[in-house]
C-alpha cells in the first residue's frame, strides 16, 4: 500500500473514528457533564503539550536528525505563523458571531466557558431555534470551520510524521496517530453535547461529531507532502504544526476546561496527560 493511502486510512481511524467515539460517549454521559468534559479537555491538553514540547520541536529544529541545529530560526518563525494563524482565524469566527449570539460582557471572560461556544454550536442552536433555514445552514457552516481549525494542524503532525518514513509502519507516524485519536475523543464529546442538548437526534449528532474529524485527513495529505519536499520544509511543516496547536492547548483546551470546572483536578488531568504523552512516544 502506498504511503499516503496508509496515512488516510490511519489519519481516518485517528481524526473520524476517534471523533466519533468521543461523540458517541458525549451522547450518553449526563447532560450537565462539564465537569466529565473538564478532565477530558486537561487530559487531551496535557498530551498535546507534551507531544509538541519534546517531539515535534525537537524534531522542527533538527529535521535531518544529524545533530545540527541549523533549523533554530526556521522552527521559531515556524511557531509565530502557525500560532498567529489559527488564531487570527478563530478571532474572525468569533467577530462573525459573537454579535448575534452575545456571552462576552464586563463579568463574563473573552473566552467561552461553555461546551456550546467552545465550538460555536451556541451560533447554531440560536438560528435552529429561529426556524430560519438558511441563517441555520451558514451557522452549521461556521461551527465546522471552527471544528475544522482544530483537526487541520493536528493532521498535519500525523502527516510530516510519516515524511521520509522507510515503511507504513514508521513508529512515529503511528505514535502520532494514536495520541491524536486519544485527543479527539474528549473533543468529540465538547461536540456531541451540545448538539443533543440543543435538539438535535443522538445518531445524527454522533455522524455529525465524526464527520467533524475528517479534515485531520486533508491536514495529514498536507503535512506529508511538504514534508517529502525537504528539510526546510518539514522543519517549517512540523512547527507550524506545533504553534497552532500550542494555541488549541493554552488559547482554547486548558482555558475552557479550568473555566468549566474551578478546581484543582483538571490542572492534575493536565499532568496525566503529559505523563501519558511521555509513555507513548518513548516506550
Given at each position: ?197 440543543g435538539g438535535m437526534p443522538r445518531l ?80
Amino acid at each position: 500500500m502506498p504511503v499516503f493511502c496508509w496515512i488516510i486510512v490511519v489519519t481516518f481511524i485517528s481524526g473520524v473514528i476517534g471523533t466519533g467515539l468521543g461523540g458517541l460517549i458525549g451522547s450518553v454521559v449526563k447532560r450537565d457533564s462539564s465537569k466529565t468534559v473538564s478532565l477530558f479537555l486537561s487530559f487531551a491538553g496535557g498530551v498535546m503539550l507534551a507531544i509538541v514540547c519534546l517531539d515535534l520541536i525537537v524534531d522542527a529544529v533538527d529535521p535531518a536528525g544529524d545533530g545540527n541545529t541549523g533549523y533554530l530560526f526556521f522552527t521559531i518563525a515556524g511557531l509565530i505563523v502557525g500560532y498567529l494563524t489559527v488564531y487570527a482565524l478563530n478571532k474572525l469566527i468569533d467577530q462573525n458571531t459573537n454579535h448575534e449570539v452575545k456571552h462576552i460582557d464586563e463579568s463574563h471572560p473573552e473566552t467561552a466557558d461553555d461546551l456550546n461556544e467552545l465550538i460555536h454550536s451556541d451560533h447554531y442552536s440560536h438560528h435552529r431555534e429561529t426556524g430560519n433555514w438558511r441563517e441555520m445552514f451558514v451557522a452549521g457552516i461556521i461551527m465546522a470551520c471552527a471544528i475544522a481549525l482544530h483537526n487541520l494542524p493536528e493532521g498535519m503532525v500525523i502527516g510530516v510524521s510519516y515524511a521520509g518514513a522507510e515503511n507504513i509502519l514508521a513508529r512515529s507516524g503511528l505514535v502520532m496517530a494514536i495520541v491524536i485519536g486519544l485527543h479527539n475523543i474528549p473533543e468529540g464529546m465538547a461536540v456531541s453535547v451540545p448538539l443533543i442538548s440543543g435538539g438535535m437526534p443522538r445518531l445524527r449528532a454522533i455522524l455529525v461529531t465524526a464527520l467533524s474529524g475528517a479534515p485531520t485527513i486533508l491536514g495529514a495529505l498536507i503535512g506529508y507532502a511538504l514534508g517529502e519536499l525537504g528539510p526546510a520544509a518539514l522543519c517549517l511543516a512540523l512547527s507550524f504544526a506545533a504553534g497552532a496547536m500550542i494555541y488549541v492547548v493554552f488559547g482554547e483546551l486548558i482555558p475552557e476546561a479550568i473555566l468549566m470546572w474551578r478546581s484543582k483536578k483538571p490542572a492534575f488531568a493536565i499532568l496525566i496527560g503529559m505523563i501519558v504523552g511521555l509513555i507513548v512516544i518513548y516506550v
